[in-house]
Every structure is written in structure tokens, then in C-alpha cells.
């Protein structure tokens, strides 16, 4: 069996095992196993780690053989989110192929990238390994929820199973088009994550006569329309400019998205022309603050004494914990109410360099394989378990091979969305990409390290 068939099966063999992530259960001990059968078809062993039953991770580290040189990882999760099969127009669990796709939750989010890392390190220990630096293979559990069974607890309790210099994960390589022509992102910084729990307390009563009374619900709502109208500050950096010169379909377009002012005009404009592009340079460019869950109330005819409204605020690198609190509490003394303030989640905001071997090899693979598409560095505006590492001072980056209908507003349609699927010729690019990747890094590793 040749390596494209084998990574087409194993694909196929991820998305049927099902380990949806519902918040309480993922079950990837299923896909965590089936890898298991896959690497030691290539005489590689595993160890697995699990902190609660079937909630495995599986890793795989084959020493390098200079101890100056740094460590690789490759690094993708098992889990999948929910999806409805009658919302599909295929099984989204079958893992079929149709029209030279391969069709299922998960197929681009990641378990595309999860299956060909695992053939493309196979076959690069089998063809030209050991290489100077660990080369590590890492496939998590929990990814879609907190990581509190994967990713957060290997980096807090076996970081010497886990620890890596340089890491390659999810959220990179599908392309923008402007008028400069084609770019294939690479993910080099996510944005931090606030999630806070805001809640409002008022006095009781019936509804028939509310005279008297203090509607926790509807001070909520007021301080809810006041962060909806809060217009955060504009940052303008050198990723998110370099993201403007890539999306820009004209020098005019240019102009409106790098001023603060005008950005506005901009986004809309882009947006008639590539939403995707439009959606990512808005993320990119500010703290958003979107309302997650609303709660209060508890009959009809009962003025509610108290309500709750979940936030999920994404943070520019720059900002911190109490610049997220800042947003909702200027909003509460706009609106004139008091709001208690709740913290349920927090991780800062995390960059990697956007130079260096990783990079160069990553940019000389792109070109050999795609040769009219040229590398862009981008603020990812979710989170992803390479956060967990960044923040311990691994550079992790997102980046694959993809074909060049994967643009950026295909991918986030796609994404945790309805009929997700990969194309054949994106998996032979990332198989192609994987394969080549360690001794293209640890060649300009060497050439810097001369």
C-alpha cells in the first residue's frame, strides 16, 4: 500500500471512530488506538497518556542525534465537534469519497492534518531519519472543549513527554488571493481568551405590577447593548497590515482597511468580495467581545432579582485579563447598573517568531509544491492547544499544504460546518509537506547554526 492510500484509509478510519466532544466525553481512546496500529506497522512505538478513561493522547518521540540541535513536533487532536446527519448531504461520519473528497466531521478540522502528520513522520523516520533533533508525533485528546484531558494537563503534568522547541499544528495554509497575488497563511500568534460570567442582581416582584421592583434582566439587556456599542480601539500592526496587503483587492481597498478610521468602509467592502478575508482582518485587528449564553428568571409572571450573561471576550496580543474586565465594567457605568464579574476561563495572548528554519523550510516547501503562492504570517482569532505550548516558549506555528480551492473563506465555511470535506490532491500537498518538513527544518537549522 502506497502512502497516499494509507493516509486516505486512516483518514477515513478517524472520522468513522466518531469521538465527538460534547464537553463531557470524547472517547479518542477509539482514534488513539487505531494510531497505535498504524505506527507500529512501521516498527514505531507509542506511549499513551490518559488522565480519565478514553480520554487518551498518544505520543511518539524518535531522538535525534545531535543534542544542540532543537526538537520538531507535529502536533493534531482527535476530537471533533457534533454534527446533525440530517443537516448533511452525506453521513458526516462515513468518511466516504465522492467527487475526490473525502467527506466527515473533522475531514478540516483536524483530523485531515492529525492523519497526514502520522504518515508523513512515519515515512520521514523510515526515509531519512534519525535527524539532528527529537522528532515528536503528538495527537491529543479534548481539544474542542477546554484540553483540561489533553493538551492543558500533559503541558502541567508530563512536560518532559511533551517539551519541544518548535511545533507545527492546526489553523494554516488555505490561501488569500488580492491584488498581489496568492498567499498561503501560516499561523504564528493566537488571540487570548476571556471568558467571564457578568451578573446582575435586582429586587423582586410580580410581573402585573412592576412598580417598585428592579428587573436584574433588564439592567443585563442595557449593559448588553452597551458593549454592543462599544467600539474597541483599532490596532494596526505588522501582521495585520501584512494581512491587509494580502486581502486588499485594490490600492484603494488598501488605503480604508489600514486606517482606523475608514477600516469600517473597508471590511464591508471586502466583505461583498471575500467575507472569509473580511471576518479574519476584523478579528485580527481588535478585541471582540461576543455574548455566549443569557440566563434570568424563573416564571413568566416573576420579575427576575437576578441574571447572567456569559462572555467570550479575544484579546490583541498586548492586553490582558483586566483589559477584558475593563470593557465590560466601562460598559456597566455607561448603562448605570452594578455587575458582578465572574472569571470562567483566561490564557493570554501568545506569538511565535515569524522567522527562522521553521519557517524558510516551510516557505521553500510551499514553493515547490504551490509555485505561484507566497508565505503570510497571521493572528489566529481562536484558540487552539498549540497555546499551551507557545506560552512555555515553544514557537508553534499552524501551517499545511492545501490545493488551492482551500481559500480562506472556504475553510471558514467549512470549519466545524455543515458537508466538511478534504480533497484528495490536500492530502497528497500535506502528505508531500509532512514528509519533507523535518529534513528541510533541521537543514536550515544547520545552515543558521554554521
Known amino acids: 500500500m502506497d502512502s497516499r492510500t494509507r493516509l486516505t ?34 516498527g514505531i512505538n507509542v506511549e499513551i497518556f490518559s488522565r480519565k478513561e478514553g480520554r487518551d493522547n498518544l505520543i511518539v518521540r524518535v531522538p535525534g542525534t545531535d543534542p544542540r540541535a532543537p526538537s520538531l513536533a507535529f502536533m493534531g487532536h482527535l476530537d471533533v465537534v457534533p454534527a446533525s446527519p440530517e443537516d448533511w448531504i452525506r453521513d458526516p461520519f462515513g468518511g466516504e469519497i465522492a467527487d475526490d473528497e473525502v467527506w466527515g466531521r473533522g475531514a478540516v478540522d483536524m483530523l485531515n492534518m492529525t492523519a497526514s502528520q502520522a504518515v508523513g513522520f512515519a515515512e520521514a523516520v523510515r526515509k531519512h531519519g534519525p535527524f539532528p533533533g527529537d522528532l515528536l508525533y503528538i495527537a491529543l485528546a479534548d481539544e474542542e472543549a477546554s484540553g483540561k484531558y489533553g ?40 488571540k487570548g481568551v476571556a471568558w467571564l460570567r457578568v451578573t446582575t442582581r435586582g429586587v423582586p416582584g410580580h410581573g402585573s405590577i412592576p412598580f417598585g421592583a428592579r428587573n436584574a434582566a433588564d439592567d443585563l439587556i442595557a449593559l448588553g447593548y452597551k458593549l454592543a456599542e462599544a467600539r474597541p480601539r483599532v490596532h494596526t500592526g505588522k501582521i495585520y497590515r501584512g494581512m491587509v496587503r494580502a486581502s486588499a483587492g485594490s490600492l484603494f481597498e488598501e488605503l480604508l482597511l489600514f486606517s482606523p478610521f475608514t477600516q469600517s468602509q473597508g471590511l464591508h467592502r471586502l466583505a461583498k468580495r471575500n467575507p472569509g478575508a473580511a471576518k479574519w482582518l476584523h478579528a485580527a485587528s481588535r478585541t471582540t467581545v461576543s455574548t455566549g449564553m443569557i440566563q434570568g428568571g424563573s416564571k413568566i409572571n416573576i420579575i427576575p432579582d437576578v441574571a447572567h450573561m ?127 518538513l523535518p529534513g528541510q527544518f533541521f537543514q536550515y537549522w544547520l545552515t543558521q547554526a554554521v
Open 151 to 190: 493538551a492543558r494537563w500533559l503541558t502541567d503534568h508530563h512536560w518532559d513527554k511533551v517539551a519541544c522547541d518548535v511545533m507545527v499544528s492546526e489553523i494554516g495554509g488555505f490561501y488569500i488571493q488580492g491584488r498581489r497575488g496568492r498567499h498561503a497563511v501560516l499561523g504564528v500568534g493566537e
Open 310 to 436: 456569559d462572555l467570550d471576550i479575544r484579546l490583541i496580543p498586548g492586553e490582558s485579563l483586566e483589559s477584558a474586565m475593563a470593557v465590560v465594567h466601562h460598559a456597566a457605568m455607561a448603562a448605570g447598573v452594578d455587575a458582578e464579574l465572574e472569571v470562567l476561563e483566561f490564557f493570554p495572548p501568545t506569538i511565535s517568531d515569524r522567522e527562522g528554519p521553521f519557517v524558510e523550510a516551510s516557505a521553500a516547501l510551499l514553493r515547490k509544491n504551490v509555485d505561484d503562492a507566497e508565505i503570510l504570517p497571521i493572528l489566529v482569532g481562536g484558540a487552539t492547544d498549540g497555546r499551551f505550548w507557545r506560552h512555555r516558549g515553544t514557537q508553534v506555528y499552524g501551517f499545511t499544504l492545501f490545493d488551492k480551492k482551500m481559500t480562506m473563506d472556504r475553510f471558514s465555511k467549512l470549519i466545524h460546518g455543515r458537508n466538511e470535506r478534504i480533497s484528495l490532491e490536500s492530502l497528497a500537498l500535506s502528505l508531500e509537506y509532512y514528509t519533507e
Open 9 to 42: 484509509t486512516l483518514l477515513q478510519e478517524l472520522i468513522r471512530n466518531r469521538c465527538v466532544n460534547d464537553g463531557h466525553s470524547g472517547n479518542e481512546a477509539l482514534s488513539a488506538r487505531t494510531l497505535q496500529r498504524f505506527f507500529l506497522e512501521y
